[in-house]
């Protein structure tokens, strides 16, 4: 598993003191309100930022971090990823699990047949979507529902399915 993972992306700057507006990739922005400390991902390496303050606007996540104090210094942070350590997180509700977990699992029927890996995942507003490639590069899409997705296990990778008229 990850020991890092990111929790949204710099898309801009807010007013002229250094506030960096961040497009949150959780589904819960007040979490933010939880974060004592973040860290930018800067050419893979990550560099520790203390919060002095946080406030939200329309999904949208506004951060005053310590020693980024004008609008030209956060203008260098534009288009970068905010991590946080994952023992910082809180723990998941049974049967929910975060997206870099699921990323790379490879994916089986339950009859064992391999079917690829999970290479991307992405929400439709009812349910997530699980888009699984093979070796080939052929995507198979699969909704994330009880009765399509039968178990996950995170700690070997492996995800099994069952196959429902229609979807492959």
Known sequence: MEEYFEIGQIVNT???????????????????????????????????????QVRFSK?????????IDTIEEAENYRNLYLKIKRDKD???????????????????????????????????????????????GKQILLPAIKEVIKSIDVKNKTITVHLLEGLV
Do not use: H, R, W
Request: glycine share 8%; hydrophobic share 35%; net charge negative.
């Open 59 to 67: 999904n949208m996540v506004f951060l005053k971090l310590e020693g």
């Open 90 to 136: 809180e723990k998941l509700e049974e049967g929910s699990y975060y997206i870099v977990d699921i990323i790379g699992c490879k994916v089986y029927t339950d009859d064992k047949k391999s079917l690829g890996k999970v290479d991307d995942v992405f929400s439709t507003g009812s349910n997530d979507v699980y888009v699984v490639k093979d070796e080939l």
């Open 14 to 52: 807010s007013g002229l003191k250094g506030v960096i507006k961040v497009k949150p990739f959780t589904d819960d922005i007040t979490k933010f309100n939880n974060f004592k400390t973040i860290y930018i991902s800067i050419k893979k390496e990550l560099k520790e930022f203390k919060i002095e």
